[in-house]
C-alpha cells in the first residue's frame, strides 16, 4: 500500500523553528517528486513547496521562500521540510503529497503546526 | 501566484447533477493540461479524483467527469449522492513551475 506519513508538527513561538519529515513507503519514493502542501483552520488548500525526485530540484511558493527548505533523503525514504521565522500565518495542518506529470495523487494524513506567543 | 477561482458553494438533490468552475489564467490553466480535482469530506486529506483535466484515477465513480475550456476548468458530478457532499478543489501547474490551488467549492446535497 502506498503512504506518506507526516511527522514533527507541533506549537511554537513566532520566530521560532520546526522541522516535518514525511516517510513514504508502498512505491519507489525516489522515482517520484513530492509536495507541501498546507491547509490552514478553515481554508483552503495551499501549495507550499516541491522536490524532484533525486533532489537536484526545488520549487517555493513565494511567501516561504528564504525561510523553509525542502530536502529528501532517498536512501531512508524520507522527505523533509524545515521551517524558520515562522509566523502566526504558517498556522496550519501539513500535508505531505506524492507528485505526478500531472496531478498530486497520494495524501498523507497531515500534522498540525502551530505558531503563537 | 493567485489562487485559481472556484465558487464558494454550489447543491443540488440527490439524482441530480451540479458543475463547478474553476477559473485561472493563461500562465495555468490556459496553457497546461495539467489540471486536476480533489474531494476533500471535513476532517479528512484530500484525494484525487480527477487529473489531466478529464481522467478519473481507479476506483473513482464514472459520475465524475471533468472538462476544461480556456482559462476555465469545470467538475461536473451527475447522480448526486449524498456521499459526495465535501469541499472540492481544482488544481494546476504554472508557467513559474509551481502549482496553485483554487479557493475551494463546498458541495451540499440536499
Known amino acids: 500500500e502506498v503512504q506518506l506519513v507526516e511527522s514533527g508538527g507541533g506549537s511554537v513561538q513566532p520566530g521560532g523553528s520546526l522541522r516535518l519529515s514525511c516517510a513514504a513507503s508502498g512505491f519507489t519514493f525516489s522515482s517520484f517528486y513530492i509536495h507541501w502542501v498546507r491547509q490552514a483552520p478553515g481554508k483552503g488548500l495551499v501549495w507550499v513547496s516541491g522536490i524532484t525526485g533525486g533532489g537536484s530540484s526545488t520549487n517555493y511558493a513565494d511567501f516561504v521562500k528564504g525561510r523553509f527548505t525542502i530536502s529528501r533523503d532517498n536512501a531512508k525514504s524520507t522527505l523533509y521540510l524545515q521551517m524558520n521565522s515562522l509566523r502566526a500565518e504558517d498556522t496550519a495542518v501539513y500535508y505531505c503529497v506524492r507528485g505526478t506529470y500531472y496531478a498530486l495523487d497520494v495524501w498523507g494524513q497531515g500534522t498540525t503546526v502551530t505558531v503563537s506567543s | 501566484q493567485s489562487a485559481l477561482t472556484q465558487p464558494p458553494s454550489v447543491s443540488g438533490s440527490p439524482g441530480q447533477s451540479v458543475t463547478m468552475s474553476c477559473t485561472g489564467t493563461?500562465?495555468?490553466?490556459?496553457?497546461?493540461?495539467?489540471v486536476s480535482w480533489y474531494q476533500q469530506p471535513p476532517g479528512t486529506a484530500p484525494k484525487l479524483m480527477i487529473y489531466?483535466?478529464?481522467n478519473r484515477p481507479s476506483g473513482v465513480p464514472d459520475r465524475f467527469s471533468g472538462s476544461k475550456s480556456d482559462n476555465t476548468a469545470s467538475l461536473t458530478i451527475s447522480g448526486l449522492q449524498a456521499e459526495d457532499e465535501a469541499d472540492y478543489y481544482c488544481?494546476?501547474?504554472?508557467?513559474?513551475?509551481?502549482?496553485?490551488f483554487g479557493g475551494g467549492t463546498k458541495l451540499t446535497v440536499l
Open positions: 493563461s500562465s495555468d490553466v490556459g496553457s497546461y493540461n495539467r
Open positions: 488544481s494546476s501547474y504554472t508557467s513559474s513551475n509551481t502549482w496553485v
Open positions: 489531466e483535466v478529464y
